[in-house]
């Protein structure tokens, strides 16, 4: 008798769980359609990047608490639903899946109805900030006089920007070219300091090097002699 009287009181609640879901769902249509602005026939745009703000404001407001209460209705009797399955002896897999399936429709109502609250968000933050814009469009070109100045101030300072950009340039390539020259100079002490280092661990090779040096003089000497004298006797020869 208690079984009896507990599938019958899953089933009301089953029966008012599904009545609630099935309100939810068309609420929820109508919702998102207010909140991407397809249920507004109240406005006009005049281009694709200019859709006014939604005038049915309050509306989507008031539509929002309804199926947030709804939701919360739909909560309990899920919580009531499984209090009720969890008391039948032995539970069923039937009533474990139908309570699985309302706790999943559930969330999935949740989900979207959070999904168009964010989309309205979205929605009216981008058309505040289309109105901001081309308000401030419309004062700036009021002015025609500050508009002209206005351009003459970017130009310049944008003339003023390429030229800091151009001497920051030549300024890293000095300092490159500096650097790369104290690296050569290093490099050029360092191989000094190793030839002097190496001549001094080595005189036989110095001593060697002292002696071709000095023939080399020697030589030159010697071949500079050989030309002078023969070019004396040359000249000798041609004016006796």
């Known amino acids: 008798m208690a079984a009896t009287v ?11 769980a599904r009545q609630l879901e099935n309100e939810i769902d068309l609420k929820l249509v109508s919702f998102s359609k207010l909140g991407t602005g397809h249920g507004n026939s109240g406005y006009k745009s005049d281009s694709s990047d200019s859709v006014p703000l939604l005038s049915g404001e309050h509306m989507f407001e008031t539509m929002a608490q309804e199926i947030e209460q709804l939701l919360s209705k739909l909560s309990s009797l899920n919580e009531k639903m499984g209090e009720v399955s969890s008391s039948q002896t032995p539970t069923s897999s039937a009533l474990l899946h ?13 989900q979207e109805f959070r999904k168009t609250q964010a989309n309205y968000r979205a929605r009216r933050e981008r058309e505040d900030l289309l109105k901001s814009v081309r308000k401030d469009i419309d004062n700036f070109k009021t002015s025609s006089g500050l508009n002209r100045r206005m351009d003459l101030y970017l130009k310049e300072n944008e003339h003023i920007r390429s030229s800091d950009r151009l001497l920051d340039d030549q300024i890293s390539i000095a300092v490159d070219t500096r650097e790369h020259l104290v690296s050569q100079r290093l490099t050029f002490k360092r191989l000094q300091t190793k030839i002097n280092d190496i001549s001094n ?26 030309v002078g004298i023969c070019t004396i006797l040359l000249l000798m020869y041609a004016f006796h």
Do not use: A, C
């Open 201 to 226: 661990r080595f005189p036989v090779v110095n001593s060697l090097l002292q002696r071709i040096n000095f023939r080399k003089r020697r030589d030159s000497i010697i071949l500079g002699l050989v």
């Open 6 to 16: 507990g599938l019958n009181g899953w089933e009301d609640l089953r029966k008012q």
């Open 98 to 110: 139908t309570m699985q399936r309302h706790r999943e429709i559930l969330q999935d109502y949740n």
